[in-house]
């Protein structure tokens, strides 16, 4: 079992930045995959980025390259996503999820484990 919560949202004008947290317990950090996922109002959630066990191996969607990161400390069984340039569209709530099997992932039924969600507003 793995418990996953997400923090560091909040509302930010355009143009600026924010990074998310995931704090993990349960099962040692170092043995899954995680990933970010988000949902918009009105819309279905989608994937965001994933980085693998070992951190160097990361993921993320096309239309979000260059302006988010992804990253993992195992020391603090924490993952982060540094979200900057945001846009009124980045709104959205945004999950952190865990991956019992091998290799990055963009579906969700290839996580196992989801956290609760933080909210994130861009206003312009």
């Known amino acids: 079992q793995v418990t996953l919560v997400e923090s560091g949202g909040g509302s930010v004008q355009a143009g600026g930045s924010l990074r998310l947290s995931c704090a993990t317990s349960?099962?040692?950090?170092?043995?899954?995959?995680v990933g970010w996922f988000r949902q918009a109002p009105g819309k279905e959630r989608e994937f965001v980025a994933s980085?693998?066990?070992?951190?160097?191996?990361?993921y993320y969607a096309d239309s979000l390259k260059g302006r988010f990161t992804i990253s993992r400390d195992s020391a603090r069984n924490t993952m982060y996503l540094q979200m900057n340039s945001l846009k009124p569209e980045d709104t959205a709530v945004y999950y952190c999820?865990?991956?019992?099997?091998?290799?990055?992932?963009?579906?969700?039924?290839?996580?196992?484990?989801w956290g609760q969600g933080t909210q994130v507003t861009v206003s312009s």
């Open positions: 999820a865990a991956r019992m099997g091998v290799g990055v992932r963009t579906q969700e039924p290839d996580y196992d484990y």
């Open positions: 349960g099962r040692t950090f170092s043995t899954y995959v």
């Open positions: 980085i693998s066990w070992t951190g160097r191996t990361t």
